[in-house]
């Protein structure tokens, strides 16, 4: 037997791959992939918590998911299912048991020192042997064996017994007892003794930590999993039997029945399945939550013998509590909730990394001010994420733009205007750019008129000059969109709300001076800031009350009545309800007369106060091309078709070319964009 020493779990240092998480020297999570998978699905009409585990579920470019991690796990329970089953045992008791029959027959054909009449009666105990395994193994307990080789077999199945039946309630036992002389057995019997009784006093609630702790000093070569208390030594035990029991109830009646009669064989004794039987008992008793009952058919043609299949059923109960895990589907589920420890020993170092950054990255997202829960315990998306999330439908927009039409960089608008050539000194206030040549040289003019010259140059703010521009007209702009139900139907909701989002971004970062007011009707219409329209759910209700969003947008533009009033409407529906004088809704369909007379009204009420219409019509239907067709001609104004895509382009291209005149932009950089949208009017 080898030393108990070897037993021991070694505590060599050893070097190797890297396995406490992410690899430190690794670039940072990608929180912009993140955000932007996060906004889009925001934008579809999901929570932003719930968009936040689709994108953990998911994963990125670069970045394994917990979907693909839980297809792995699935991968590996029926890999282990499908290739093994349960007779391992079994059918290396019958070979020992074929090895011995024939080592002895040989013996008894060969020895002629046998008398014939002990020859032809040991024939006959042989050839009369029942085809049962165990039922052979016993009868042959009283044989009196004339082959040394045949004896040391048949003692090998005792012995296998022994350690198979162990290694079911303490893995290695198997490995650790090979070979094991008769003071080792007495060793095992011993300590299954002791631990019984630890276990029932703890059932009684009369053991204590010097108990346990006698017993490891005791017994701990026995477990190497180096528990701290009683608790510990229950989960192990127990998780280990309740696998042990699942692998019973996984076989056959007849393998069950076989292996029950064979194990009273074990070390030749059936002190060992009394002392197993004792403890199963108290493991039941002591932890109850286990699954003791389940089962698994396992049909392959890899045998398992009892210990090997015991560790088998406790890889697949890990792998069903993972597979749980990963789901994040129960209430409360946490991805800190994760077990990498058993992730690692199931799939692999790897995939820990790929969990253990999962975790990471939720938690950037949650600490870079990307989201944070409300009052209500929920995630939502801070100005800040909505802010970045912004600029990249504006950066994809002025992608488009550039590539397509020919326009400018988009980060050039929002300058006071186009310079004029002359300068003057800055005052407090102003916004323009330094002209440098005019600054630096008065501040060496005033230098130098000191005769200072020795100690340098100095910068005051009397020295700067900024460059004059052209005037710029200020705008007060309303973006009419339509949320009616046909918009969800035909995939328009996302485009419309990117669409809001980008023209938001532009004019609050590059237009200040600027004011935009987002207009959302369906059946009604209603004012919202962007964080509500960008968060807003499909809505299903039947109506386009344009009258409503109109009295809205002219309220808008009265309010400054200096400003440059631009309308942008975006809709894919005639006008189907209208606000009545008491302030109720009315809704017909077909469009009712008093509903389109109603929004021509209020339409020319902004034609009135100076408003510049875009129309910007989704979708190909003839009648409401006519339609929207009339209503721009009677306001002097444009309609565009784009496609859903070009939605973002149209909008904010119309928006700056409404603009031109304070200089942005000349009037052949109209042309493409012109020729891009399809004016008409």
């Avoid at 650790?176 to 019997?189: P, T, Y």
């Avoid at 989704?618 to 306001?635: H, T």
């Amino acid at each position: 037997m080898a030393s108990r020493q070897n037993r021991r779990l070694s505590r060599d240092t050893r070097y190797g791959r890297y396995a406490g998480g992410p690899d430190p020297l690794a670039p940072p999570a990608d929180l912009s992939e993140a955000l932007d998978a996060i906004g889009q699905d925001v934008m579809a009409g999901y929570s932003p918590e719930r968009a936040m585990r689709e994108f953990l579920r998911r994963g990125g470019r670069d970045q394994r998911g917990l979907d693909d991690l839980a297809r792995r796990v699935a991968e590996k329970r029926r890999e282990l299912t499908a290739k093994n089953n349960l007779d391992g045992t079994l059918q290396q008791v019958k070979q020992l048991l074929d090895e011995a029959l024939l080592a002895e027959r040989g013996q008894l054909a060969r020895d002629t020192e046998i008398e014939d009449g002990d020859r032809a009666l040991a024939e006959l105990q042989l050839d009369s042997l029942p085809p049962s395994p165990a039922a052979a193994v016993s009868e042959l307990g009283s044989y009196d064996w004339k082959s040394p080789t045949a004896r040391q077999k048949y003692d090998e199945i005792k012995d296998l017994l022994g350690r198979e039946m162990l290694d079911q309630r303490f893995a290695g036992m198997k490995q650790a007892l090979e070979n094991a002389d008769d003071d080792d057995r007495a060793d095992v019997q011993a300590m299954m003794q002791d631990l019984n009784q630890l276990l029932e006093d703890h059932r009684a609630g009369t053991d204590s930590q010097e108990q346990f702790d006698e017993f490891m000093a005791k017994h701990g070569e026995y477990f190497p999993s180096d528990p701290k208390n009683v608790d510990e030594l229950l989960d192990d035990l127990a998780a280990r039997s309740a696998a042990a029991q699942r692998m019973r109830n996984s076989m056959t009646p007849e393998q069950r029945d076989e292996l029950d009669a064979l194990a009273q064989q074990a070390f030749g004794s059936p002190d060992l399945m009394g002392a197993l039987s004792q403890l199963d008992g108290n493991l039941r008793a002591l932890r109850p939550g286990e699954d003791w009952g389940g089962s698994e058919r396992m049909e392959g043609e890899q045998g398992l013998g009892l210990g090997d299949g015991t560790g088998v059923f406790q890889d697949i109960a890990d792998l069903d509590s993972l597979a749980e895990q990963l789901a994040q589907s129960g209430p409360g589920s946490d991805i800190d909730d994760l077990d990498l420890d058993s992730l690692a020993r199931q799939l692999g170092a790897d995939a820990a990394v790929d969990a253990r950054t999962l975790q990471q990255l939720e938690k950037a997202l949650q600490n870079s001010g990307t989201m944070r829960r409300g009052a209500d315990g929920q995630f939502r998306l801070t100005p800040k994420a909505m802010r970045q999330l912004g600029k990249n439908l504006l950066k994809d927009v002025a992608q488009k733009m550039s590539g397509r039409q020919g326009a400018r960089d988009l980060r050039r608008s929002g300058a006071a205007g186009e310079a004029s050539g002359a300068t003057r000194q800055w005052a407090f206030g102003d916004t323009e750019p330094w002209d440098i040549p005019r600054t630096i040289t008065n501040a060496v003019t005033r230098t130098a008129s000191t005769g200072r010259t020795g100690a340098g140059v100095r910068l005051t703010i009397d020295d700067v000059e900024v460059q004059e521009t052209e005037a710029r007209t200020q705008a007060v702009v309303a973006l009419l969109v339509d949320t009616s139900f046909s918009m969800a139907m035909e995939d328009r909701w996302v485009p419309m709300k990117r669409t809001a989002l980008a023209l938001h971004t532009l004019i609050s970062t590059r237009f200040r001076g600027d004011d935009l007011q987002l207009i959302a009707f369906g059946r009604e219409a209603e004012v919202m800031d962007v964080e509500h329209l960008v968060g807003l759910d499909a809505m299903w209700d039947k109506g386009t009350n344009l009258h409503h969003a109109l009295l809205l947008a002219n309220r808008h533009f009265r309010k400054h009545p200096t400003a440059q009033p631009v309308l942008l409407i975006v809709t894919d529906g005639e006008p189907t309800s209208h606000l009545e004088p008491n302030g109720q809704v009315f809704f017909s369909y077909p469009p009712d007369p008093m509903t389109i007379a109603l929004s021509v009204r209020e339409l020319e009420n902004a034609h009135r106060l100076g408003a510049q219409t875009t129309f910007f019509r989704l979708g190909d239907d003839p009648g409401l091309a006519r339609f929207i067709d009339g209503m721009a001609r009677r306001v002097d104004g444009t309609v565009t078709a784009p496609e859903n895509d070009d939605l973002g382009v149209a909008v904010v291209g119309s928006y700056l070319g409404s603009r031109r005149g304070g200089g942005l932009f000349r009037d052949d950089d109209w042309g493409g964009f012109g020729s891009a949208f399809g004016r008409s009017g």
